[in-house]
C-alpha cells in the first residue's frame, strides 16, 4: 500500500514539476508578448527600467530623461531624495527657460511614471521658485486628497505587472502628442501634400511637430508646425528650391476600425500671413506663447527633420552630397559674366532653354525613369552660351545648344 501511495505521490510531484514548467513558460512566453506588443520604443525602455529601487540614482535619472515632456519650458538644476516625515520623494527643481506657463500637465505625466516605476518613492515633487507642485504616489492621511496615481499599491503594481498593462496604463498618461501613430498620420498627409505641391521637383520633403493635441468625443485636433519642400539635384548638390517657411496648421484625426488614426480635417494659416501671426490666429494663446518663445528651436528641428529625410533620399540613391538651399551653395549667375537683361529674357523664354540652369554649372532632372543632367557653360574665347543635356550613367550627350552672349541668337 505505502508502495501505491509513494507511487502516486511520485506521480502527482511529476506532474507538478510539469505544471509548473509548463505554467512557467506561458507566463515567459506571454511576457515576451507583451513587450512585443509595447507601441513604440521609447515604452519599452521605460518598462525595462519597472522595479527601480529608490537609491538607484542612474535608473531615476534616466526615466526622467525618457520623459522630459517640459523640456522646452523649464530647466533641471537638480533631483534628490528627501523625506517629508515618513515619506520618501523625489523632489526636482526646475529653471523657467522662457515667459510663459510651465504645463502643469507635463510634470504630472512625468510624475506618474517614476511612482509607476519606482515602487518606493511615496511622492514627486516639483519646485520652481516660490512654487511647488507634488503628486503622491496613492491616496493616504499625508496626501490630504490630493492627486494621486492609485488607491493602494495592489493597484500601483497592477500597472507593471506586464507590458500589456504597461501599455494601457501609458496611453492613459501620456501625452497624446507623443503617439507615434498620430504622428504617423500627420506626416502622411503632409507628405501627400508636398508631392502633389513640388511634383516637378524630384524629392519632395515634409517636416511637422506637433506643439498639442486634445482628445474629445473619439477625435483628436492636434495643432502642428508644418514645413514642406522640394529638392533638386543642383552641381551635384540635393538643394531645396525655396525658402523654408513654417506654417501653422490645425488637423482633426479620427481613429479607424483598425484603431489608425486618420485625418478627418486640415486648416493652414491664409498664404502671406506670418509665422508668428498665423500661430497666435491658429493656436490658443498657451500653445502660441510657448510656441514663439521656442519658435528658433522648432524652426532648428523642422531644419533638421527636413536634411535628414532629403538625405536618406540621396543615400537610397547610392550618392553621397551635401544638402542644403541656394544660400549653401553659391553660384555665378549669367549677368554677372556681362550677359544683358536682353539676352536673358531671351533665354527665359525659349522652351527649349527652360529646363537649363541660368548660372554657370547644372541641374538634374528625371525623365521616362532616366535621370539626365543640363548644363550651363559660359565660353570666353568668342563670348558664347552653351547649353548641353546628356544623361547621367552614360554622359551621352543628348542635345547641345550654343547661343551668342551679346545678341541671343543661336550660333554655330
Known sequence: MWMIIGGVLA???????????????????????????????????????????????????????????????????????????????????????????????????????????????????????????????QYGENSGGQVFVAEDDKKMKE???????FQAFMDTIRPLYASQSLHEAVGKFLQEKADESFGDEECAVEAHRIVSALGKDGKTEVSVLTTTGGYRFINGNLIRLDKMNIKPAKMLLVKNAEGDYELEHADFADIGTETEAGIRLMFVKETADNVIGNLETFREDLTNQE??????????????????????????????????????????????????????????????????????????????????????NSKQTKEEYKISAKTGDYVG
Open 307 to 392: 536634411k535628414k529625410a532629403a538625405t536618406a533620399y540621396a543615400t537610397a540613391l547610392g550618392r553621397t552630397c551635401e544638402v542644403g538651399t541656394f544660400a549653401d551653395f553659391p553660384v555665378v549667375y549669367l549677368d554677372k559674366k556681362g550677359v544683358s537683361s536682353e539676352v536673358m529674357d531671351k533665354v527665359l523664354v525659349d522652351p527649349k532653354l527652360m529646363p537649363y540652369p541660368i548660372f554657370i554649372g547644372n541641374q538634374e532632372f528625371l525623365e521616362n525613369a532616366r535621370r539626365y543632367v543640363y548644363e550651363t557653360s559660359y565660353r570666353d574665347v568668342d563670348d558664347t552660351i552653351l547649353f548641353k543635356k546628356y544623361e547621367f
Open 159 to 165: 500597472y507593471t505587472k506586464d507590458g500589456y498593462a
Open 11 to 137: 506521480i502527482a510531484a511529476a506532474v507538478a514539476i510539469i505544471v509548473g514548467v509548463v505554467m512557467h513558460n506561458n507566463a515567459k512566453a506571454r511576457e515576451e508578448a507583451s513587450v512585443a506588443a509595447l507601441s513604440s520604443d521609447l515604452y519599452r525602455k521605460l518598462y525595462s527600467l519597472k522595479d527601480t529601487g529608490i537609491k538607484e540614482e542612474d535608473k531615476i535619472t534616466e526615466i526622467r530623461s525618457l520623459t522630459a515632456y517640459y523640456g522646452y519650458n523649464a530647466d533641471v538644476s537638480g533631483a534628490e531624495i528627501k523625506k517629508d516625515g515618513k515619506n520618501e520623494g523625489l523632489v526636482i527643481s526646475l529653471i523657467k527657460k522662457g515667459n510663459y506657463k510651465l504645463q502643469g500637465e507635463e510634470l504630472e505625466q512625468q510624475a506618474m511614471v517614476l511612482l509607476a516605476l519606482v515602487p518606493d518613492l511615496d511622492f514627486v515633487e516639483y519646485t520652481l521658485k516660490d512654487a511647488t507642485y507634488r503628486k503622491w504616489q
